[in-house]
């Protein structure tokens, strides 16, 4: 492990200061350019050289001839070149002194045959240099902590706090509105590709030293190193939590993969065992690796799989249910100190079984305050699942029909849901157990927007929302294997 990110062989290259690029151009469809356009919108601080035999300034940075004219020796080099001459613009940049590149040129060993022999010229170069690259056929890097985005597309959302290594580079762009509609982000995105020198094995080390990254996600069709990978994940996971998304288990995935990155995947059940003994929780679906990856770096963890659920509305409440059921969690019965404590709150016709269903609020604060501080007190339950109903428009009219001022409902809807997340929030912390969302609501909804921006998962089913709380309890017990 490393104990400084600084001393990391990937810290260049995720944080370069300055960059020598290859394959851009003033003509906007090319790879390179909307590559070099992305940097360049995300508003990276550090030089960047572009090189090219005949444009004097490139998309506004000025141009040179050849890597050798350098007026210093860059940090990181990137090659988005013809795949027959990257060995020899590779063996220049080791001959000014560069010893970090990153190759997104496809047409290597994922080809065979004439690609697999060129992709050995880039790897004995390296090793006569001393250099380190990602890829070939890879995208790069996403840094937005950096203001580094080194892929195709503009990065759009915002920093966040989960690292990802990829065995595919279009996975992190396609990832990057995707995380942000939801209020998430990426730490840093590190698209490995091929493997020829950098892998992602070290990947993980890098993000595990990483003080942006709270969970490390993986995007896997083969592992190479597999007793290296083992260790270093045993090495993380008692301090950072790691989930993977295994995409070659079927036998469609495995020659999807063979042709992506001319990796051979293993059997699915093989997987699966190397993820449990190495401590690495395993996502079923991409939304479910995020899903995993939100709550891992978010939420307090559980200490048994005991939870309860809150609703006001009986149909949520029994698919809820029936979630945790299907996913290993218990719903226990309520204490009766508890049940004493939920009787002034919850109505006749509600139910103080768990679920706890209230169907409706004599006060509807208490939804968001007193009956979560007595659910989430209560020794039957390590964790709260939630059910969320609170249309905007239906607030906005209840203040019009009772004479509030129409300048003003907006202002007072937006307090009152910052006021309702600001108590769950607090909740959350004082009783130091996670609460989880679901609704049908859309994510645009004013309310949902609070609860996220105040770290509380929220998620469009209660299946999701039951699959998540369950990752965190299965994380405490690697923990309290480990």
């Excluded at 290597?108 to 992709?119: C, D, I, K, R, T």
């Excluded at 004493?340 to 604060?365: C, I, Q, R, W, Y």
Aim: glycine content about 10%; some cysteine; aromatic content about 8%.
């Amino acid at each position: 492990m490393i104990q400084s990110i600084e001393k990391s062989p990937l810290y260049p290259i995720v944080n370069p200061r300055s960059i020598a690029f290859f394959g851009a151009s003033n003509r906007f469809s090319a790879m390179g350019t909307n590559q070099l356009s992305s940097l360049k919108s995300l508003g990276f601080q550090g030089s960047v050289y572009p090189i090219h035999p005949k444009e004097k300034q490139v998309l506004g940075y000025e141009a040179y001839r050849s890597v050798l004219e350098l007026p210093e020796v860059p940090d990181l080099a990137v090659m988005v070149l013809p795949t027959a001459i990257v060995p020899q613009t590779l063996d220049e940049c080791g001959r000014k002194g560069i010893k970090q590149a990153i190759v997104v040129s496809g047409g290597f060993n994922e080809v065979g045959g004439q690609g697999a022999e060129l992709e050995q010229k880039l790897i004995d170069v390296a090793q006569r240099y001393g250099m380190r690259f990602l890829g070939p056929n890879c995208l790069g890097i996403a840094n937005p902590h950096h203001k580094f985005n080194m892929t195709f597309l503009p990065f759009i959302g915002r920093p966040g706090f989960i690292g990802l290594a990829s065995q595919s580079g279009s996975f992190i762009t396609q990832m990057f509105g995707y995380l942000g509609r939801s209020g998430l982000g990426f730490s840093s995105g590190i698209s490995v590709g091929n493997e020829a020198n950098v892998d992602i094995v070290d990947g993980m080390q890098y993000l595990a030293a990483c003080p942006h990254t709270k969970v490390i996600a993986l995007y896997i069709e083969s592992i190479r190193r597999g007793r290296e990978f083992m260790a270093m994940a045993r090495a993380i996971v008692p301090s950072k939590p790691i989930v993977a998304f295994y995409a070659g288990g079927s036998e469609a995935g495995q020659q999807a993969g063979l042709s992506h990155t001319g990796a051979m995947a293993g059997p699915d059940a093989l997987y699966d065992g190397v993820f449990r003994q190495c401590g690495i929780i395993r996502a079923n679906s991409i939304p479910e690796l995020f899903d995993f990856c939100r709550v891992l770096g978010s939420c307090r963890r559980p200490r048994n799989n005991r939870v309860i659920v809150q609703t006001h509305s009986g149909g949520p409440g029994a698919a809820a249910a029936d979630a945790c059921g299907r996913t290993g969690l218990k719903l226990h019965r309520l204490s009766p100190d508890t049940l004493e404590k939920l009787a002034d709150l919850v109505p006749h016709t509600g139910s103080v079984n768990n679920p706890v269903d209230l169907t409706f609020s004599k006060n509807p604060m208490d939804y968001f305050e007193a009956i979560p501080n007595v659910l989430l007190a209560d020794p039957a339950g390590e964790g709260l699942l939630i059910y969320y109903l609170t249309p905007t428009r239906l607030i906005r009219r209840s203040m019009e029909n009772m004479g509030f001022d129409a300048d003003q409902i907006p202002k007072l809807t937006e307090k009152l849901f910052d006021d309702q997340a600001a108590s769950l929030a607090s909740l959350a912390k004082k009783h130091r157990k996670p609460i989880i969302g679901f609704t049908f609501q859309s994510h645009e909804n004013l309310f949902i927007q609070k609860l996220v921006e105040r770290g509380l998962p929220v998620f469009p089913s209660p299946e999701r929302a039951a699959r998540a709380m369950s990752a965190l309890v299965s994380y405490a017990k690697i923990l309290d294997e480990h």
